[in-house]
């Protein structure tokens, strides 16, 4: 059952003092199956996250449309639950006040907030931190409270724009068997943007590489590896063999990206 | 010495902030029980106390005081009431700002002592003219700062709250307001100490209770030692206000402080 369609969208930034309009992302088109779990690949300035922002409603696209269940987004909304590279927990709600932002929203009746909040507080690992300040908790707890933000809400698709980008390398790896985890449990449809080859095959079942700018998509990469993963699989040859083909799609964009500035 | 911006200890905080204040009298005191200032410009300390204790047993200066006071909360409390619902507006739809910011800006740099002759003439010299001049003293600074602050609500919040399912509504009252909420706490402890200065000049004109009106009463006597206690008064009800006003957002806002 197709989830999402993306049709023909493209973004081109307007001119900047008398420059030339900056083509982010050139016509794509995309089409995303329901419980599919996407990872969009590449190099910085690809216009990935533009994309994600368009099917978040967050950004307009110049040309094109896109289709969430066969209806036309227009603008932001809760079916589409978005977790963000920079952390936007809101720093005056605790812990669960900000799991629950959402359901408090559509107006959930308390006791059942507490219900679902204590289900995802569960879920994400972080019992005994429900009454804490986002400032008091680190980057990867920040960024499981968001996972978890975002899920409560029960969204239609996830949409996560680097979500460990700003993490160190380890806790990334715990991260992504989280949200590995956390997906092979609900198998809620995901667009999953990263510039990480390793972490794009290890928790996505299709891999969209794209192009340095102007953005278009490259390749189209199934991988079929048996779920459930655990974390050694990093270290299969099947693991390795894809990590190499993908590796050679993006080293020339990076070449290219890389010389003209 | 200390290193640059390392912390000290809250005990010599206290020590240190205290040791200013005595070195201030020490100072004050020499100079003038000294005799390097005549006592007809500045009073000494020890006058200052006395003169402080005649004005509140002998002449009810703490109805003054409460005058004061009321008409400083009163003037401020009603231009918070007009200002910060403003710049929030303000703040959140910028066709708002675009409208009231041009003339806010133009407004804020009319000296509110500049109005007292006007406000006179307007109001007479009761209540509403004192009021009315911390009221404009007040009411555009707060308003801008406001709407400053309520426009500089991070982007990425805003963002967050749309894909969690707000509206507009939602989004000025539990994302714009809430983030800004602390500072205009902040910008309200500000602003109510430049109150104090317009009230004072209120009641230099055309009054007759409260503590500027005592001071300038004083002068006529040249009174220096009650002048410099109206003056102190002023101080201490300042530093007063300031505690509460930080204890307050403390008690408010504890995630700021986390």
């Known amino acids: ?261 | 010495m200390p290193r640059p911006l390392e912390p000290v200890g809250r005990a010599s905080r206290i020590a240190l902030g205290i040791a200013f204040f005595v070195v201030f009298v020490a100072v004050w005191a020499v100079a003038t029980l000294g005799g390097f200032v005549s006592k007809t410009f500045l009073a000494d300390p020890l006058t200052m106390v006395a003169d402080g204790w005649t004005l509140l047993t002998r002449f009810g200066f703490a109805y003054d005081i409460a005058v004061t006071v009321w008409r400083v909360v009163g003037g401020f409390v009603l231009a918070a009431l007009v200002a910060v619902p403003v710049g929030i507006l303000m703040g959140a739809y910028k066709p708002v700002e675009a409208f009231l910011e041009p003339f806010v800006s133009f407004a804020r740099y009319l000296p509110a002592s500049a109005f007292v002759p006007l406000l006179i003439l307007w109001a007479g010299i009761g209540e509403t003219q004192k009021l009315l001049v911390i009221f404009i003293g007040s009411v555009f600074q707060i308003v801008l700062m406001v709407a400053v602050s309520v426009g500089q609500t991070r982007r990425d919040l805003v963002e967050a709250a749309y894909t969690l399912g707000c509206g507009d509504r939602s989004v000025v009252s539990r994302v714009l307001i809430p983030s800004s909420a602390p500072d205009i706490a902040e910008i309200l402890r500000l602003v109510l100490g430049w109150a104090w200065t317009y009230v004072i000049v209120a009641e230099l004109i055309g009054s007759s209770s409260g503590i500027g009106h005592m001071i300038i009463d004083s002068q006529a006597l040249l009174a220096t030692g009650q002048m410099i206690f109206g003056i102190i008064v002023i101080g201490l009800i300042g530093l007063i206000s300031d505690f509460l006003f930080k204890a307050g957002n403390r008690a408010l806002f504890p995630w700021r402080m986390a």
């Not at chain 1, 008398?18 to 995309?30: D, F, S, Y």
């Not at chain 1, 698709?157 to 590995?180: C, K, N, S, Y």
């Not at chain 1, 449809?189 to 290890?202: M, N, P, R």
């Not at chain 1, 928790?203 to 993963?229: C, F, N, Q």
């Open chain 1, 1 to 261: 059952m197709t989830k999402l369609v993306i049709d023909g969208v493209s973004r081109v930034f307007p001119a900047v003092h008398g420059g030339a309009p900056t083509r982010a992302l050139e016509p794509t088109n995309l089409t995303v199956a329901a419980n599919d779990f996407i990872a969009i690949l590449g190099p910085s300035g690809c216009g990935k996250s533009t994309l994600l922002r368009i099917v978040a409603g967050l950004d307009r696209p110049t040309a094109g449309r896109v289709l969430l269940d066969r209806r036309e987004v227009k603008g932001p909304g809760a079916d589409r639950g978005m977790v963000f590279q920079s952390y936007t927990l809101f720093p005056w709600l605790s812990v669960a006040q900000n799991i629950a932002f959402g359901l408090r929203e559509r107006g959930v009746p308390a006791a059942k907030q507490q219900a679902i909040v204590a289900d995802f507080i569960n879920r994400v690992g972080l019992k005994g931190f429900e009454k804490h300040w986002p400032k008091q908790l680190s980057g990867g707890m920040q960024q499981r409270t968001a996972i978890a933000r975002a899920l409560a809400n029960n969204p239609e698709i996830m949409l996560l724009d680097e979500p460990f980008g700003a993490l160190d390398t380890q806790t990334r790896a715990l991260m992504q068997e989280l949200l590995l985890g956390i997906w092979e449990r609900d198998r809620k449809t995901v667009l999953f943007v990263t510039h990480d080859i390793e972490e794009a095959i290890f928790v996505a079942s299709r891999v969209i590489v794209m192009t340095a700018r102007p953005g278009r998509i490259k390749a189209d990469v199934a991988i079929d590896l048996p779920h459930p993963r655990h974390y050694t699989l990093k270290t299969t040859p099947e693991f390795s063999a894809l990590k190499a083909r993908l590796t050679e799609e993006i080293r020339a964009e990076v070449v290219q990206a890389a010389g003209e500035h």
